[in-house]
């Protein structure tokens, strides 16, 4: 399993960006996503997650409200909307599939649980 992460870039403070997660010989819809971040000299976290129905997406606190996660099964891609974005919002950007064990949703630690991961995209949150 192939995904890649992008629609990174440069964004000032308050602005709105949207990442994208594509694959490459897999159907998106078979898996549960998650997007983590890591920021510089810290450990990598887990920010959404989207189960395969889309339904009942799952948010770190410090993103809830500005973070919306989504699918779309003809793109075969899951969308990151960010918003309201701030510096504390720069790192490096991945999606990754999360395991599930066959129930189709985001178990309570999919944040610790991805499998097959991405290459990033930078987000740099910055005046």
């Known amino acids: 399993v192939q995904l890649q992460a992008s629609g990174g870039g440069l964004v000032q403070p308050g602005g709105s960006l949207t990442l994208s997660c594509t694959a490459s010989?897999?159907?998106?819809?078979?898996?549960?996503i998650g997007w983590f971040r890591q920021a510089p000299g810290k450990e990598r976290e887990g920010v959404s997650c989207i189960s395969r129905s889309g339904n009942d997406p799952e948010y770190v606190n410090a993103v809830k409200g500005r973070f919306s996660i989504s699918r779309d099964t003809a793109k075969n891609t899951v969308y990151l909307h960010m918003k309201s974005l701030k510096p504390v919002d720069t790192a490096v950007y991945f999606c990754?599939?999360?395991?599930?064990?066959?129930?189709?949703?985001?178990?309570?630690?999919?944040?610790?649980?991805?499998?097959?991961w991405g290459q990033g995209t930078q987000v740099t949150v910055s005046s």
């Open positions: 990754a599939t999360v395991r599930n064990y066959g129930l189709g949703y985001c178990l309570a630690e999919w944040s610790s649980d991805a499998e097959y």
């Open positions: 010989g897999v159907i998106l819809e078979d898996y549960v």
